[in-house]
């Protein structure tokens, strides 16, 4: 089974940019979709056709702010959990596939001055607890922009990005704590010493240059590690300042 992650930065403007072609040719089971930025209305209003794909969105209260969705293949049957009704910014997703959860996460960013890290942290403490209670029932596949470089490798200037958005001692000491909870980061697993990135700021000709961050993730639960065959990370597909993730599960 394939399945992708991705931050679009905008439904409507991933499209534009060659979103449907991108479906047509990698032909993934599932796509989680971050940063979706579309209220429910104009979602409803547009009625995107993604052929050959059920849709499931949780759009944020804010209207084109945040959000995310999973586009899931015709022909395979899942379950979509309930939203979380403390989740009013649309960041988490639950898709039952039978022997896994997948979950859909789009973390908050810390934002310049660290004006949004308590959140965050907060946010991510409250996730962690459920995602333990939704791994009592079956093992879960976690995917999503985590919006952390978790070691100084995932980044291109580790020295000059300590305590910034993204690189502060609390957001990767979290992470640590994530893993250290039962779960694996796949690319790292399969590739502990590759560097690669997911994210590059628009700014200084940053994605030309390959100064990034790996930020994109699909972590899994302990007990299925080995079944992953795959985890790579598509940096050439362009559309976005994030380039797709993805893994390959047996």
Known sequence: ML????????IRAAIRKGFIDFLKKTKPDVICLQEVKISDAKRV???FDFIDYQEFFNCAKRSGYSGTAILVRNGLVVKYLPTLDWDDEGRIQVLDIGHYYVVNIYFPNANHELSRLNFKIDFSDKLLAYLKKLEKDKPLIITGDYNVAH????????????GSPGFTAEERA???KFLKAGFKDTFRELYPSKIQYSWWSYRAMARVNNVGWRIDYFCVSASII??????????????????????EIR
């Open 3 to 10: 399945i992708l992650s991705w931050n679009i930065n905008g």
């Open 45 to 47: 209003q547009e009625q």
């Open 151 to 162: 070691q100084e490798m995932d980044l291109a200037r580790p020295k000059e990005n300590v």
């Open 174 to 176: 979290w992470m640590d």
């Open 226 to 247: 080995k079944k992953i065959s795959q985890a790579f990370i598509l940096d050439r597909v362009m559309g976005s300042d994030h380039a797709p993730v993805g893994i």
